[in-house]
Every structure is written in C-alpha cells, then in structure tokens.
C-alpha cells in the first residue's frame, strides 16, 4: 500500500490516501517548487493519491 | 479543482489570482497575459524586430514560442557557452534550441564562445580569476556583452530575454539586503535603448516560475531539464527558495514584492541622486558602452585572458 513519488533522482514511498498538498508536506518538498504529473498529466494539490501510482515531480526552479 | 472558464477539470492553479485553469483554457491564457504586459509596459509593437535569447530552458523557449503565437516577429540567439563538466550541458540546450526552432520553422542565430573569442567560458573565468571560483560572472558579462551585439550588427529593435517573476524576485531580494541603489534603479520589465545599447525587455517577468514550467509541459516543449552544473548552491537559488517558503504560506507574496517594487521605482524612491549619473563612453575596441574611459569590462577580460594564454604556452 504506497504511492511513489519521483523527484530528479530522489525517490518517495509514502501511504495512499492522502491529497498531493499534504503528501509534499510530508516528504518535505515546497509545493511552489515543482509540478506533479500522473502519467504524463498534471495533477493538482488537491488530488488524492491511490495506492500503486507514480507521481512524477518536475522542479521548476532554475537559475544560478 | 475546476476550470474557472468552462468547469472542467483544472490542470493549473494559480493561487495567487485564486484562478485554475484546464489546459486549454491555460494555453490561452498565457499569451493573453504576455500580451498585456507587452503592451503595459511599451516593451515593442508589431513590426519591430525581436530578437530572443535561447538557452533551451524552459523559460526562453516558452517565450519564443508565446511570441511566435501572439504573432510577432521572433528570430533566436542562442550562446555556445561550452560549459561540458561531463555531461555534455552545452550541447544537448544547443541541439534542444535547434531543435525547437527547425520544428517551427523559425531562425536562430548562433554564436560559439570559443570559436568567437578563444576559449569557452570556464576557461576564461579560470584564467582570469573572477567570479570567485565560479563561472557565472564571466558567462554573465559574455552572454551581456553577445546579446547587445548580436542584437546591433543584425538590426534588431530589441532583445527579448525570459526571465520569470521568480527571477526578477530573487534578484531584487538579493540587491535589497545590501540596499544596492544603482542596481534597484536599473531593475525593470524594460531597459530602453540608448546609444550602442540594444532595448532589452522580460515579457515573462509577472509570470512564477512554476506557471513557465507548466506552460512548457502542456505545450509539448521540449527543454533542458538539467540544471546549469555551475547553478548548484547558486545564491539566487537559494533566494528564490526563500521566495517560495515565503509564498507557501501567503500566497501572492513574491507578486506583491515585485509589483510593489515597481511601483516604488516608477514613483522616483530609486532615483540616483544627480552627482552619480554615471557618463558613458563607447569602448575603443567594440563600440559598445562603458563607464571607464577605456576597454569596456568585456574586451578588458579577453585581453587579459589573451595575455595570459600566450605567456603560458
């Protein structure tokens, strides 16, 4: 029962169940730093994530 | 979250205009908007020559690409910069901006670093000592100094760059905390030309980072994802990651510090007093602007790397 969530070359495993928001919080990621797609489509904060997806976290931050 | 427009589902929400939008719906409201700041800010009207800066980041392909819809005349520029560090960085943003540019059709200029002034950029912030061990302040003043020749010998009205609000934030935070006055004055959608300085604008510069990603992703548009290796503890970074904790819990905070600013600026409080109005002279060497008498900041550094090359072999 988990949801992975990829991030670059980090990799997430956390419960199902809950929103994306709260997920982020929990994995310690800034929501306002990267978008999150389920294959291939954007998904918002306030989706609940289910048991067995891949969520792909795309950073947006960039610069130097 | 729905759609505000047509109700359905939302791919993007903006919670600082409390507005979700679905893809469609998003795809439209981008150049809308870029269309208005164009216009806000007298950044250029049909028919003047753009000339785009390219990195094959997400940001300045978007920009092209809004452009391009919205209509106008948009040529690219793209600058081999020749920073390698094992994995090949310069080539793949080059092959994604040429790329981007024969699948539309459109024209892009390119100018080789290394090929044009001997050596790619590490090797000249290593040789000539700046930067404090990184490359960014040489690629900076390069990539400046190419821009605004590029954008004069080809005749183009003006250079079109694709920094984002984020960008434009974190630069202001950063020149806030040492209260650098020239550097707040200076800091705006839009730099007027004046003699041998090419007009230079940011039609992006309202736009979060985040909505630029989003736009490229639900366009299709192919960018470098991989950071600039040199980018890694950048200080900018890290001030925009100051930025967005603080957005993260109020929402519309780093908007409000951006327009704020320019609201301030617009009404005088970074006026330079009058003694400090800096006189320009054109550089003996290139022509372009300089506040010194004599070689401009850019050929002053080729020089010197020259200098030193030849005294090592």
């Known amino acids: 029962m988990t949801v992975k969530l990829i991030l670059r070359e980090k990799e997430f495993e956390v419960r199902p169940g809950m ?33 067995g997806e891949v969520i792909k976290l795309v950073s947006v931050i960039s610069g130097g | 979250m729905k759609c505000k427009k047509c109700g359905t589902k939302a791919s993007v929400h903006m919670r600082q205009h409390k507005l979700a939008l679905c893809k469609e719906h998003y795809l439209e409201w981008i150049p809308e908007q870029t269309e208005r700041f164009i216009k806000k800010y007298e950044m250029f009207h049909r028919g003047e020559k753009i000339l785009v800066a390219v990195s094959g980041g997400k940001d300045s392909l978007s920009l ?70 990184r490359p960014c302040a040489v690629c900076g003043l390069a990539k400046r100094h190419i821009m605004n ?21 974190a630069v202001l935070f950063g020149n806030t905390l040492q209260w650098a006055g020239s550097f707040l004055a200076r800091q705006s ?26 736009y490229a992703l639900l366009r299709g548009i192919e960018y470098i994802y991989e ?18 904790r603080l957005e993260t819990d109020k929402p519309g905070a780093k908007l409000i510090f951006y327009l704020r600013f ?52």
């Open chain 1, 19 to 51: 929103t994306l928001l709260s997920t982020l919080e929990k994995i310690n990621v800034m929501p306002e730093a990267v978008l999150a797609t389920r294959e291939g489509e954007m998904i918002l904060e306030d989706e609940i994530l289910r048991d």
């Open chain 2, 64 to 133: 092209w690409d809004i452009l391009v819809r919205l209509g106008y005349q948009a040529d690219g520029l793209y600058i081999g910069l020749g920073i390698d560090v094992g994995i090949g960085y310069s080539d793949e943003s080059h092959r994604l901006s040429e790329k981007f540019a024969s699948e539309r059709g459109l024209r892009l200029h390119v100018v080789d670093v290394a090929k044009e002034y001997g050596q790619p950029i590490p090797v000249m912030a290593e040789v000539s000592h700046r930067g404090q061990g």
């Open chain 2, 189 to 214: 959608p839009v730099l007027r030309e004046s003699p041998g300085l090419a007009r230079k604008v940011k039609p992006l510069c309202r736009f979060y980072e985040r909505e630029m990603a989003a």
């Open chain 2, 262 to 313: 320019l609201d301030a600026r617009e009404s005088g409080l970074f006026a330079p007093a009058p003694e400090k109005q800096i006189v320009l002279h054109p550089c003996p060497k290139c022509g372009q602007p300089t506040s010194t008498d004599d070689l401009c900041s850019f050929c002053r550094m080729i020089e010197t790397i020259n200098l030193k090359m030849e005294k090592e072999n």
């Open chain 2, 149 to 169: 020749r590029i954008a004069r010998d080809l005749g183009y009205d003006v250079l079109a760059t694709g920094h984002n609000l984020d960008d434009e934030a």
């Open chain 2, 227 to 244: 950071e600039c290796p040199f980018a890694d503890g950048a200080t900018s970074i890290y001030y925009k990651e100051l930025l967005n």
